[in-house]
Every structure is written in structure tokens, then in C-alpha cells.
């Protein structure tokens, strides 16, 4: 069983691999080594609807099963923000340390008390027969006043997860993995893969 991941991102490859190594037999296959692929328009305005985007584009390109994923970073006290432009977010010139110092920034005057935030992905899984399936997981955690860690990507040195009394870059890719968003919507994606003839 073969599956194209609808990423060039290489940490996110890791985590669907490790995640999904329980099901035997399943092949994960980059869509870089597949094609070249154009940049594909994540215009949607859920994670699920720019999840289920790039996984239809891929899924026609190639003919092949596709998964894709849709994530990013709410944070309550900023309406939200930086939802789904969390990959996006200060514009094209910012790295992830830029992005997740400008969202420091931003929060400089919240109360320590007020910083509640939550990781999200959605999964979306796209056949060529047309059946389609979302799966979301959540991570829930806090804000904290300046980045710890340098484990994970994107704004992991800046979320705090109270249970383990650690950033997300602070962790171990197996302690990530047992909590984190991706890996709660990968949970549910490898259920639905196993019961799957493909």
C-alpha cells in the first residue's frame, strides 16, 4: 500500500513514518520523489478545507492515495491568530524563529494567566475513487515569554505544555509524537488506513 504525503517538509515526514509504522505494509512516500508539483493555493479558510486542497491535488497529479495535513497555532488572547496563516504568518520574509518572535512580541503585555493556546492538524486522506476522510487532533498549552528547546520546528520552542512541565522543542520526537496534534490526527488516520483495501 502505497501513500503519497502531500509535503516537502522533511520533519513532517518523520512524524507520519514513525506514527504510521504500525500498519504493515504501508509505503509513505514523499511527492517530491513522485513529481514536481506546483505550489499549491492553501486559500481555504479551515485547516480542514486547505488539508483537503492539497491532498485532491496531489491524489489527481499522481492517481495514487494522498494524505495531507492542514496545522497550525491558535492562540486565544490573539482572536486566534495565527490560525491558519501560522506557516505564513509576518509575511513571506520571516523564518520560524521570526514568525514565533513576532508572535512573542505581540503577546508581550498578555498576563501570564491569559496565554491559554492550542496546536491543531487535520489529516486529510484522499483516494482516487473519490472517498475522502479528515481526522483532527489538538494539543493544548500556553505561551510562553521566550523560546526553550531546539528540538521540533516552527513555534515548538514557544509552546508550554503544563503536563510535562515543557516546550514542545524540549521533547523527545516519541514524547512529541504520543502528544502532539500531528500525532493525535495521525492516531486516527492510521485507524482509518488499517480498515482501508487500497
Known amino acids: 500500500m502505497k501513500i503519497v504525503a502531500a509535503t516537502?517538509?522533511?520533519?513532517?515526514?518523520?512524524?507520519?513514518?514513525?506514527?504510521?509504522?504500525?500498519?504493515?505494509?504501508?509505503?509513505?512516500?514523499?511527492?517530491?520523489e513522485i513529481t514536481d508539483v506546483p505550489e499549491?493555493?492553501?486559500?481555504?479558510?479551515?485547516?480542514?478545507g486547505n488539508a483537503l486542497i492539497k491532498a485532491r491535488t496531489i491524489c489527481s497529479i499522481t492517481g495514487m492515495p494522498s494524505m495531507a495535513d492542514d496545522?497550525?497555532?491558535?492562540?486565544d488572547a490573539l482572536n486566534g491568530e495565527p490560525g491558519v496563516y501560522s506557516a505564513r504568518y509576518g509575511g513571506p520574509g520571516l523564518d520560524d524563529k521570526g514568525?514565533?518572535?513576532?508572535?512573542?512580541?505581540?503577546m508581550a503585555d498578555?498576563?501570564?494567566?491569559s496565554r491559554q493556546a492550542r496546536f491543531v492538524c487535520v489529516i486529510a486522506l484522499v483516494l482516487p475513487d473519490g472517498r475522502e476522510f479528515t481526522t483532527t487532533g489538538r494539543c493544548e498549552g500556553s505561551i510562553t515569554r521566550?523560546?526553550?528547546?531546539?528540538?521540533?520546528?516552527?513555534?515548538?520552542?514557544v509552546f508550554y505544555i503544563e503536563?510535562?512541565?515543557?516546550?514542545?522543542?524540549?521533547?523527545?520526537?516519541?514524547?512529541?509524537?504520543?502528544?502532539?496534534?500531528r500525532g493525535k490526527a495521525l492516531e486516527k488516520a492510521a485507524a482509518i488506513l488499517k480498515d482501508l483495501a487500497l
Open 8 to 32: 516537502a517538509n522533511t520533519d513532517k515526514i518523520k512524524e507520519i513514518k514513525e506514527k504510521l509504522l504500525s500498519i504493515p505494509d504501508l509505503e509513505i512516500v514523499p511527492v517530491s
Open 99 to 106: 514568525r514565533y518572535m513576532l508572535l512573542l512580541e505581540k
Open 146 to 157: 521566550s523560546p526553550s528547546g531546539d528540538s521540533g520546528f516552527g513555534y515548538d520552542p
Open 40 to 48: 499549491i493555493p492553501e486559500d481555504a479558510e479551515s485547516f480542514e
Open 71 to 75: 496545522s497550525g497555532l491558535v492562540v
Open 110 to 113: 498578555i498576563p501570564d494567566g
Open 163 to 181: 503536563e510535562r512541565g515543557k516546550t514542545m522543542a524540549q521533547l523527545s520526537m516519541s514524547e512529541k509524537n504520543s502528544l502532539s496534534h
